[in-house]
């Protein structure tokens, strides 16, 4: 079993940053998958940045730019750097990961993160 659990969400206004964190324990590995996710109700999960086991990074157009996925293996922890936040970026934030796959932000992941939540004031 593979347990991830986030930090780091909050309230911030417009223009403003927060920095996610995802500790990663239990059967977890350096060499997993592993990937930012959004939601806002009523809406579907949207994947926002991925990181591959070499450091290979992709995100969403919406991200693209402001937003910076990292990981520290030695921690077992993944992060997301937010930066220039708008009120669109408000939605419940979720980690994720997986053995296995190609660099991906759809949502076929296997293990996942309670969400932590992020709101940005304007």
């Known amino acids: 079993e593979v347990n991830l659990v986030e930090f780091g969400g909050g309230s911030v206004q417009a223009g403003g940053s927060l920095r996610l964190s995802c500790a990663a324990s239990?059967?977890?590995?350096?060499?997993?998958?592993m990937a930012w996710f959004r939601q806002v109700p009523g809406k579907e999960r949207e994947g926002v940045a991925a990181?591959?086991?070499?450091?290979?990074?992709l995100y969403s157009d919406s991200v693209k730019g402001r937003f910076t996925i990292s990981k520290e293996n030695a921690k077992n922890t993944l992060y997301l750097q937010m930066n220039s936040l708008t009120p669109e970026d408000t939605a419940m934030y979720y980690c994720?990961?997986?053995?296995?796959?190609?660099?991906?932000?759809?949502?076929?992941?296997?293990?996942w993160g309670q969400g932590t939540q992020v709101t940005v004031t304007s």
């Open positions: 990181i591959d086991s070499n450091g290979s990074t």
């Open positions: 239990g059967y977890f590995y350096g060499t997993f998958l």
């Open positions: 994720a990961a997986d053995r296995v796959g190609p660099l991906r932000t759809s949502s076929d992941f296997q293990y």
